[in-house]
């Protein structure tokens, strides 16, 4: 069986990652790379040697950018880079790729050639444009079938450096804000660095008790759909907002579940048997 076909072949890492990622060099300041994360909503970012070679160096995410005090001065990629824990090749094939990415629950791999030159980055949601256009079946299931019931969520006067400590502890990248058992918005790492809130529980200048909340820094309206809605419509919302996840409520808007774009690859994984050479 062919599976998410291209012109009659298997689709390949080439056909859906973006040839366009921005990177820096080694001498990037701390400043210029938080600017990236809050203008582009990267979530990673390639490092290379230079813009001759583009030999990759290495990668920075954006939850280095949140273990760094706003204060410090003189830091810069080199130091906050780290070894990616996946390359890909263009040639290889999206499914394998895919696999290999929710295996190390990597949202984006940088694409290299033999070597080792950036040529991009595959993020989950080329892998999800390319399965849209594919007209995948399981994407007309309703997203009650994908969805995480298991959620830690936060309230609107929920003090900002524990979102934090939420966040680098339990490894969330966002976090749902919930009043009265409705959902009001949503409170994520991007909004923490572009509100400058970086290490939130050194920063507060009048204590911890009095520091920010959540209800400051939160995303409102939360993008969210009910659960009868198709795997679809909460894809493509994921993809137009360019944001990680969706949130599942009922006609009265209490928090039910959480779709994020990992559970849309994996329910295309589980969906469909691997191709075979016989």
């Known amino acids: ?19 366009r990622y921005p990177y820096a060099l080694p001498q990037t300041s701390i400043g210029e790379l938080r600017r990236m994360v809050r203008e582009l909503r990267l979530r990673l970012i390639p490092v290379v040697s230079d813009e001759k070679t583009m030999r990759l160096e290495g990668v920075v995410r954006r939850r280095a950018l949140l273990t760094v005090t706003s204060t410090r001065a003189g830091v810069a990629a080199r130091g906050l880079e780290e070894e990616p824990r996946l390359l890909l090749k263009p040639g290889e094939g999206l499914r394998e790729a895919a696999g290999r990415m929710l295996e190390l629950d990597e949202w984006y791999a940088p694409v290299v050639d033999d070597a080792g030159r950036l040529l991009g980055v595959l993020g989950l949601e080329g892998v999800i444009e390319r399965l849209l256009e594919s007209g995948e079946e399981f994407l007309e299931k309703p997203v009650s079938r994908l969805m995480e019931t298991r959620l830690v969520y936060v309230e609107p006067g929920t003090p900002v450096y524990k979102v934090w400590q939420l966040m680098l502890s339990r490894g969330f990248s966002a976090l749902p804000v919930v009043k009265d058992g409705r959902l009001v918005g949503v409170v994520a790492e991007h909004d923490l660095l572009a509100r400058g809130f970086t290490r939130p529980d050194l920063e507060s200048p009048s204590g911890l008790r009095r520091g920010p909340r959540v209800e400051e820094v939160m995303s409102t309206p939360p993008a969210a759909v009910e659960p009868d809605a198709p795997a679809a419509e909460a894809a493509r919302l994921m993809l137009r907002r360019d944001i990680g996840r969706v949130y599942v409520v009922d006609e009265e808007g209490r928090l039910l579940g959480v779709v994020d774009r990992s559970d849309v690859v994996a329910a295309w994984l589980r969906g469909r048997p691997r191709s075979k050479v016989v």
Do not use: H, N, Q, Y
């Not at 069986?1 to 040839?19: C, H, N, W, Y």
């Open 1 to 19: 069986m062919i599976l998410l076909t291209v012109s009659g072949l298997e689709a390949r890492v080439s056909d859906a990652f973006s040839t």
